[in-house]
């Protein structure tokens, strides 16, 4: 039997939303279902690769064959995933939020009649991909995503350069494309290099393609 194209190689995953507090019943997020995230994790196991998926506060069931931890906030995911270093390959894929609330509540905050809304300080929180991207234990290979709703490409190559990744994955995730939270996905793969653009598919299929092109930046043995 033919040794699968990613044996021996290790994985982190990042996926899903993160929450952040602003009391113990109220948080702010970024809009993600984990979909995109879950089946790249899933598809890069399936070749063989020894997976850890991070994933933020999601729906949908833990992928098979995956070790996964779970959390809320961007600190917690960026301390889960430092603690998985070393790794062959990085996929960052959760819509990190990029602000937390800068001193949550330990109580509710009451709704006071007559007094005006609690104004909301925020601190900007780590960039998680971009930590790996310039980190002593660096993967061999790191790639980003760029959900964007205009300039795809250029914002995509800038995020490439800014980011330290191999690769970035851009799609358009205007409300029009039906793309955030639907099945379907149009991805373009922006490389130093150049630039290859996948037709609309399955979000399956866009991870099972991910997982192949991963796989041939690895000489076989
Ligand atoms: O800068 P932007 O959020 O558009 O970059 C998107 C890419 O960066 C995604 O791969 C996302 O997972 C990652 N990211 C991250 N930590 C952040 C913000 C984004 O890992 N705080």
Do not use: C
């Not at 899903?16 to 019943?25: A, F, L, M, S």
């Not at 290859?196 to 991910?210: N, Q, Y």
């Amino acid at each position: 039997p033919q040794l699968k194209p990613l044996a021996g190689k290790k994985a982190i995953v990042t996926s899903g939303p993160t929450h952040e507090p602003i009391d113990p019943v109220r948080y702010i997020a970024n809009r993600s279902s984990g979909k995109q995230g879950h089946a790249i994790a899933a598809a890069l196991a399936k070749l063989g690769a020894k997976v850890t998926l991070v994933s933020g506060p999601v729906t949908i069931p833990d992928p098979a064959g995956v070790a996964v931890t779970h959390v809320e906030t961007a600190a917690e995911m960026l301390s889960a995933v430092e603690a998985a270093l070393p790794v062959d390959i990085a996929v960052m894929v959760a819509a990190v939020a990029d602000w937390r609330v800068a001193s949550s509540a330990n109580q509710k905050i009451k709704k006071q009649p007559g007094e005006a809304p609690p104004p909301l300080q925020l601190a900007e929180n780590p960039d998680i991909l971009k930590t790996v991207g310039h980190h002593v234990r660096r993967p061999g290979l790191v790639i980003g995503f760029a959900a964007e709703t205009q300039n795809v490409e250029a914002n995509g190559r800038k995020k490439l350069e800014a980011k330290g990744a191999d690769l970035i994955v851009a799609n358009d995730v205007s409300p029009e494309t039906g793309i955030m939270g639907g099945d379907r996905n149009r991805v373009k793969l922006i490389l130093p290099e150049g630039i290859i653009e996948w037709p609309s598919l399955a979000k399956d299929e866009v991870a099972e393609g991910l997982a192949q092109w991963v796989a041939d930046q690895f000489p076989s043995a």
